[in-house]
C-alpha cells in the first residue's frame, strides 16, 4: 500500500504564505514525478505544479513567480512553498505522484486534499 498524506493548508492573507508539504510512505520503491493540482469550488481540478526525479519543474501560468515546488528525495516528501498568495488560489490542494511500489509499476497515486483559503 502506498498512501500520499498532504499537510500545511490552511487559512491566510491575501499577499501572505504558506508551505504545503505531501509526504508518500508505504511500499514505495521509487518515485518518478511528484505535483500539486487544486480544486476550487465549482471549477475543475488544474495544474498547479509538478517535479521530475531528475528536478525538472513545471509550473501552471498562475503562478509562476509565486510558488516554488521542491521535493526531499530522503524524506519521499514534496513542498509548495507559496508566496504572494491572492483570493483565487482559494482551493483544495491535492498532491499526486507517479510511484513504483513493491507491487506496482509507475502508479499514479493521489492524496486526500489540504484546503487553502486566502481571505481577508
Known amino acids: 500500500q502506498v498512501q500520499l498524506v498532504e499537510s500545511g493548508g490552511g487559512l491566510v492573507q491575501p499577499g501572505g504564505s504558506l508551505r504545503l508539504s505531501c509526504a508518500a510512505s508505504?511500499?514505495?520503491?521509487?518515485?518518478?514525478?511528484m505535483g500539486w493540482y487544486r480544486q476550487a469550488a465549482g471549477k475543475e481540478r488544474e495544474l498547479v505544479a509538478t517535479?521530475?526525479?531528475?528536478?525538472?519543474?513545471n509550473y501552471a501560468d498562475s503562478v509562476k513567480g509565486r510558488f516554488t515546488i521542491s521535493w526531499d528525495n530522503a524524506k519521499n516528501t514534496v513542498y509548495l512553498q507559496m508566496d504572494s498568495l491572492k483570493p483565487e488560489d482559494t482551493a483544495v490542494y491535492y498532491c499526486?505522484?507517479?510511484?513504483?511500489?513493491?507491487?506496482?509499476?509507475?502508479?499514479?497515486?493521489w492524496g486526500k486534499g489540504t484546503l487553502v483559503t486566502v481571505s481577508s
Open positions: 499526486n505522484a507517479h510511484i513504483t511500489s513493491t507491487s506496482y509499476f509507475n502508479t499514479l497515486y
Open positions: 508505504g511500499s514505495v520503491f521509487s518515485i518518478n514525478s
Open positions: 517535479i521530475t526525479s531528475g528536478g525538472s519543474a
